[in-house]
């Protein structure tokens, strides 16, 4: 086994003379402000710097100011320690772990952290020792109906005012706990015993097992502001709606509720024709919030209506569904908002949190708020009244060709910024790594409806650009406050969508043609339709409104090693496709862990890739953090999953401790022709309850029979996700799902 599993990449400025480094050095780390040491004096340890908020601030920055770690001495950054969470299917409950994405907290030298299971760990910040766990026991409800399965995301920490003493706040699938940080127990004044039902005080009963949260919540004062999370492919009549409550942290009561879908009468109803607002759900804050906390200014990125993909039952723009929502964060007034999709079609709502900045617009210093977008859209405006600090035109948009569908003409897009991601689809784009890859691909696009971005749903398959995983997703973005730039992890990864047609009472059939149809983004199981590079990290000066740089990001060895890829000449960084997000750093350091089984630090001045570490079998889809703890600046990030096996790793530099094996190995192995082709007899039956439990119940897959053609399409769409199988593990599946659970 390898001592250390990182790569060491020169720095950039290798080039220049011994003098200029030492130089360059001193000023990354700061060390020219510090007085000289008298001789005899020792110094004294650098003080401690917490990451009190999952995005670095309550304006999720994702910037921390630290520069202990540099360009010029990152290449020595290695494993300090690793903290395994343990987490294993539970077979009675018919649950599995899925991505450990959580960022955690840094207070007072102690790490809090959530992990799939929606555990809460408190880990020593300089040992990763840990102090305390609690367990909500959230698979008590059974496998989330989400695709995800189980994740969790964060917690949000208050400091009560009155005692001094630190508190944590979970949400946890319908229930909101108040825990102790010292002892990790639940606050028993709080709710009933520690716990509000976020379930009572909704306009309509909801069933507990649709009702979920991934993401923290945020505290303004002495409130907690909470969003909720709906599986997507929930469509029925009163679905769960996405109400965000503000809650008093020292009781538990409710103090107000906006309603993302207004009621009859409220502003805004008129935008819901045909009386849906009365049953549509869904339109929730599923994603983190952000806070003015001099302001008292909170800011909602609120998600799509019900269903994401048709709209026939809900005519009309659908406010505040696919909004920026400015409210007043002590009395829940609304005070603005801006609509970035019009009547949604795409599940292109706003995916990650908003960022708080201070910008220079036409010579003017301005207190922004900055949205990216799934579509690769970075929308600014002014924090206080909502003005677009960079023009916003309506453009025109394709027609649907489905029956009953009304789309709105026209959609917003900002302009003079640049965009994140390519956007819209074309036969041009169609892979051709080799010509028989080149004419497959064009073969099977030439099936879908391919178009300009905002190409609508169609029955046959609209091929949509950016996909559902952005662009931009949940990880969002990191500002650079010292040199204006905004810098985000971002996929070209498109999507493959039909409408899910809803009856006359707003439901539709529970397997839909989004998880039925023959379909498939794949070759041969895992090579893309579209060309590579499938994956991002941009830099946006937004002083300058330019791209500062755009560079390739990720790797796909599972794609690299592929037999029909053989002899192929591929990219250096085939792109990794991934939802977390990146950080940056005074030390002039961009960290991405963003979908590959690889940690990443860039220079942030050029793109360049100064360090990475080898996570052997563990995919990093966390959004990195940083802090200071006993004179030692550390980087944490989660990595692993779905599935067993996951870890939180922390480095620091002249870390020297060593990875464990994460488990058995489980693909990639490609490999399924020739003398490296395994002859070992596959359980089908155990490959597949072991891979497709990772994400869903068993019983949700099998309910309804499929087509070979359509076990494919899933299959394929399985291994796009993480699912662990080889190429002869996933035809075995199929042929077990294709022979054991067929559609006649």
């Known amino acids: 086994m390898q001592s250390n599993r990182f790569v060491r990449i020169g720095p950039a400025y290798a080039s220049l003379g011994r003098g200029w480094r030492l130089l360059v050095t001193a000023v990354s780390a700061g060390l020219l402000a510090t007085a000289p040491l008298r001789a ?3 110094s004294a340890p650098a003080p401690d710097v917490e990451w009190a908020w999952r995005g670095g601030d309550a304006g999720a920055s994702q910037y921390s100011r630290l520069g202990d770690i540099h360009a010029g001495n990152v290449a020595k950054l290695g494993l300090a320690w690793s903290w395994a969470t343990g987490e294993q299917p539970l077979t009675a409950h018919g649950t599995s772990p899925g991505m450990f994405e959580t960022t955690p907290l840094m207070i007072e030298g102690v790490l809090y952290l959530t992990t799939p299971y929606n555990r809460v760990i408190a880990l020593d910040a300089a040992t990763g020792r840990e102090r305390w766990s609690y367990d909500p026991q959230a698979w008590l409800d059974g496998q989330p109906p989400n695709g995800t399965g189980f994740v969790h995301r964060g917690l949000a920490a208050w400091r009560d005012r009155r005692t001094g003493q630190l508190k944590l706040l979970l949400a946890s699938r319908y229930r909101l706990i108040q825990l102790d940080a010292r002892s990790g127990r639940p606050e028993r004044r709080f709710g009933r015993e520690g716990i509000v039902n976020l379930l009572e005080g909704l306009p309509w009963p909801v069933n507990p097992k649709h009702y979920t949260n ?7 004062r002495d409130l907690v502001i909470v969003g909720n999370g709906v599986a997507d492919k929930l469509i029925y009549r009163r679905d769960p709606p996405g109400d965000v409550r503000a809650y008093d942290l020292r009781s538990g ?4 509720s906006f ?8 502003a805004g109803s008129e935008s819901w024709g045909r009386g849906s607002n009365r049953y549509t759900g869904h339109v929730n804050v599923w994603p983190p919030m952000s806070v003015d906390l001099a302001r008292g200014l909170v800011y909602l990125p609120v998600s799509t209506p019900s269903n994401d993909f048709y709209g026939g039952n809900r005519p009309g723009e659908n ?3 696919d909004s920026l929502v400015c409210l007043d964060a002590a009395s829940g007034r609304r005070r603005w908002h801006r609509q970035l999709v019009h009547h949604g079609l795409w599940d292109y709502d706003p995916p990650a949190a908003p960022i708080l900045a201070r910008l220079t617009r036409q010579g003017r210093e ?11 859209f970075v929308f600014a405006f002014d924090r206080v009244t909502g003005e677009p600090l960079w023009p916003i035109e309506e453009r025109p948009v394709p027609a649907s060709d489905v029956p009953g569908e009304v789309v709105n003409p026209t959609q917003p897009a900002p302009v003079g910024l640049p965009v994140l991601v390519p956007q819209g689809a074309s036969l041009e784009e169609a892979n051709d790594l080799t010509p028989a890859l080149h004419a497959q691909a064009i073969e099977a696009l030439r099936k879908m409806r391919v178009g300009p971005l905002f190409t609508p749903p169609s029955v046959r398959g609209t091929l949509m650009r950016p996909g559902v995983l952005g662009g931009v997703d949940w990880g969002g973005g990191a500002f650079d406050p010292d040199t204006g730039v905004l810098y985000a992890k971002v996929n070209d990864d498109p999507a493959l969508v039909f409408p899910d047609i809803t009856d006359a009472n707003g439901s539709a059939p529970e397997i839909g043609p989004n998880d039925a149809g023959e379909a498939s983004l794949f070759l041969e199981h895992r090579i893309p339709l579209l060309k590579p590079p499938y994956a991002f990290v941009d830099a946006v000066d937004l002083s300058r409104s330019t791209m500062r740089w755009q560079v390739p990001f990720g790797d796909n060895p599972a794609l690299r090693a592929h037999p029909a890829l053989r002899g192929v000449t591929l990219p250096a960084a085939l792109g990794a496709v991934g939802s977390a997000g990146a950080i940056v750093t005074a030390g002039g350091l961009v960290f991405v862990g963003g979908g590959d089984a690889a940690f990443h630090a860039l220079d942030k001045h050029s793109g360049a890739e100064l360090w990475r570490f080898d996570t052997d079998e563990l995919r990093v889809n966390a959004t990195p953090m940083t802090y200071r703890s006993g004179g030692r600046q550390y980087v944490v990030v989660a990595a692993g999953g779905p599935g067993p096996g996951a870890r939180l790793l922390a480095f620091t530099l002249d870390g020297t401790a060593t990875l464990a094996p994460s488990g058995p190995k489980r693909g990639p192995a490609v490999a399924t022709t020739g003398p490296a082709a395994s002859t070992a007899p596959i359980d089908a039956r155990a490959s597949f309850e072991r891979a497709c439990s990772q994400c869903h119940a068993l019983e949700t897959v099998l309910r309804t029979p499929r087509t070979a053609g359509q076990w494919r399409a899933q299959v394929d769409a399985m291994l796009a996700k993480g699912a662990k199988l080889s190429d002869a593990e996933a035809e075995a599946v199929i042929d077990y799902l294709a022979a054991n659970h067929a559609a006649h």
């Open 259 to 266: 309603h993302t879908v207004p009621r009859p009468g409220e």
């Open 319 to 321: 406010l505040y569904a």
């Open 40 to 42: 005899g004096e020792e």
């Open 253 to 256: 009561r409710r103090v107000w």
């Open 366 to 376: 301005r207190e922004a708020v900055i949205q990216l977008t799934k579509q690769g």
């Open 214 to 220: 991934t993401s923290p919540p945020v505290v303004y």
